[in-house]
């Protein structure tokens, strides 16, 4: 059944405000309609496209990253609560890939938990002391990668923050961080 554009616009203002990171693809194939359609329906409802609606959501959780500049962390950082949590997504692109497989390169998938380990500690200085990782299956072009880091143990010199990437709902990289916060931090 084909919905009326005024019931279709108000469903989809209701989805963008549940999921503000749902793309303008993602869209297209809920409502049945094409790309362009949901473009238009964003510019007459004055919906941004999804990089917007990233950095505002972005704007309104962040605390202040102190370990690290905020430019330095691998993928977008959605949400950060330091010595908590933190989230940032991922678009792998072109850049991250093998060119014959189009699989996303290991070492990107770590550097944005890693970097996102990093960003979580509250202090000045947190480097990575050791990781134990797993990778959980291949990510390709274009898919989108959200890694959540946790906290899950700290004292005065070290902290362990788990990382699990996914993309949609599918675990596809997990990690254990142990960061060295600055007084363990040798100078020289």
Same mark, same amino acid.
């Given at each position: 059944?084909?919905r ?5 616009q108000r469903l989809?203002?209701?989805t963008i405000?549940e ?5 303008d693809?993602e869209l297209a194939?809920k409502?049945q309609v094409? /790309?362009q359609? %949901?473009?238009?329906?964003? +510019?007459?409802?004055s919906?941004?496209e999804?990089?917007?609606? /990233?950095k505002?959501?972005?704007v309104?959780?962040?605390?202040? #990253?102190?370990?690290l500049?905020?430019?330095e962390v691998?993928?977008? #950082?959605i949400? +950060?609560?330091?010595?908590e949590?933190? %989230?940032? /997504? +991922?678009e792998i692109?072109r ?5 014959? &497989?189009k %699989?996303a390169?290991?070492h990107? +998938?770590f550097?944005?938990a ?6 979580v /500690? ?6 990575t002391a050791?990781a134990?990782i ?5 990510v390709?072009?274009?898919e989108?990668?959200?890694a959540k880091?946790k906290? %899950?143990?700290?004292n005065?010199?070290? &902290?362990? #923050?788990?990382?699990r990437?996914? #993309?949609?709902q599918e675990?596809v ?6 960061m060295f916060?600055k007084?363990?931090?040798?100078e020289g």
């Amino acid at each position: 059944m084909k919905r009326s554009k005024k019931d279709r616009q108000r469903l989809l203002k209701k989805t963008i405000a549940e999921t503000p990171f749902i793309t303008d693809e993602e869209l297209a194939e809920k409502f049945q309609v094409s /790309i362009q359609t %949901i473009r238009l329906d964003r +510019l007459e409802l004055s919906i941004p496209e999804l990089r917007e609606r /990233i950095k505002n959501v972005a704007v309104q959780h962040l605390d202040k #990253v102190k370990s690290l500049p905020l430019d330095e962390v691998i993928g977008e #950082v959605i949400d +950060l609560q330091l010595d908590e949590s933190a %989230i940032s /997504i +991922l678009e792998i692109k072109r850049e991250h890939v093998f060119s014959r &497989t189009k %699989i996303a390169r290991g070492h990107h +998938l770590f550097a944005q938990a890693n970097s996102l380990a990093v960003a979580v /500690i509250d202090d000045e200085l947190a480097l990575t002391a050791s990781a134990n990782i797993r990778f959980k299956r291949q990510v390709k072009e274009g898919e989108r990668v959200v890694a959540k880091a946790k906290v %899950i143990k700290k004292n005065k010199s070290r &902290t362990v #923050v788990e990382v699990r990437s996914y #993309v949609e709902q599918e675990l596809v990289f997990s990690g254990e961080f142990m960061m060295f916060r600055k007084d363990q931090v040798k100078e020289g």
